[in-house]
């Protein structure tokens, strides 16, 4: 057989071998919970991620759904160590709304959990914005069940803060990824080691442990599902120690819905007086919305380096929608903040694109 010929045979056989495998997956996770019989009535349908390497399966069999997650870092895991298991118990143990497990295997990097339904918050106030406060007092309510968990131990989650290396490093995420969404020449030596300085300085203002409660860590509309009109938080694996407006900010000065400022005032005293009621600040309203601002222009910086990453590095281009409405964000906490205004009026002279 001719060398051209054959490799054209040996490809096609390999492009056949994993379009097969791919027809595969991911059922071949699912024989560790359910028989053989069972298997054959299933199908499963991919939910479309996040900006994560985690892939979601809906999992259909005649009267019931799961949820199938494949995480090959759950691998490298004892199943007592993998943070997502290890959160959800806890959340789970303190009454904060999570999708129960059904099973778990270690071995192949398989979850099989509760389906709460596809309905994000982000959803649900687009269909019905009337209950947009109903919902968000909901959510707050969580946010403050959460911040409410006492460390028992030194163990996950709270063995993990946002300290100066965590902030510094998202800070440094940014600087790596924008020159992706603008020409490189922009990011001159000089304006990267001022940036990185202001952020250092940024960074100061935000370690004050002494305020430190635990923070699911990426607390927005889309990793808050809605079932039977109420709140069921996902995607909480890297929950940390940090200040209470970290989830707060994550929440209000969301990249994916853009609330008006009277009801973000209005969300931000319901925090702060949960947080007074049960005793989870000593701050001021004044030092909460000092805070909320740094924390926010903080969040904001690290929402746009993951932004800039997916569309421009990972080719994942649906994330570029959601980079204006993260810039719009940066001009209130500058005019509102002079410790953010050198840093600040950098990165939107520096990111502004030529109108056409």
């Known amino acids: 057989m001719p060398c051209c010929i054959r490799c054209f045979f040996l490809g096609y056989l390999y492009s ?67 943070p997502f298991l290890v959160i959800q118990h806890l959340f789970s143990a303190c009454s904060v709304p999570v999708p ?38 909901k959510a707050i309510d969580i946010m403050v069940a959460i911040q409410s968990i006492k460390a028992k131990s030194r163990k996950l989650p709270f063995n993990r803060s946002f300290d100066e290396t965590k902030l510094m490093f998202e800070f440094a995420f940014f600087l790596d990824h924008a020159p992706r969404y603008v020409s490189s020449n922009r990011f001159s030596e000089k304006i990267t080691g001022t940036l990185y300085e202001e952020f250092r300085a940024i960074t100061q203002l935000l370690l004050r442990p002494e305020h430190f409660v635990l923070n699911h860590r990426d607390y927005h509309s889309r990793n808050i599902l809605i079932a039977n009109g109420n709140p069921v938080i996902i995607d909480f694996q890297d929950a940390r120690m940090g200040l209470p407006q970290y989830d707060a900010a994550s929440l209000l000065r969301d990249s994916y819905v853009t609330l008006e400022w009277n009801f973000v005032s209005e969300m931000q005293h319901y925090h702060y007086h949960q947080l007074r009621e049960k005793k989870l600040t000593t701050m001021s309203y004044d030092e909460y919305l000092y805070l909320f601002d740094i924390v926010a222009f903080q969040r904001n910086i690290k929402a746009l380096g993951t932004y800039f990453n997916q569309a421009y590095n990972l080719g994942k281009k649906e994330f570029e929608q959601y980079i204006s409405p993260t810039l719009a964000y940066l001009p209130g906490y500058i005019n509102r903040r002079a410790e953010l205004a050198k840093s600040g009026e950098i990165v939107l002279n520096i990111l502004a694109k030529p109108k056409p």
């Open 16 to 82: 056949r071998t994993l379009c097969a495998m791919f027809m595969l997956f991911p059922q071949q996770y699912l024989h560790f919970f359910f028989s053989g019989p069972e298997l054959k009535k299933i199908r499963t349908e991919p939910i479309a991620g996040d900006a994560s390497s985690r892939k979601y399966f809906r999992v259909f069999s005649p009267d019931n759904t799961w949820v199938l997650c494949i995480d090959r870092d759950f691998t490298a895991y004892s199943t007592d160590q993998y």
């Open 100 to 137: 129960a497990i059904i099973g778990s295997d270690k071995n192949h990097g398989a979850i099989l959990m509760e389906d709460c339904g596809n309905t994000m918050l982000q959803d649900a106030l687009s269909k019905a914005p009337a209950n947009a406060a109903d919902l968000y007092r």
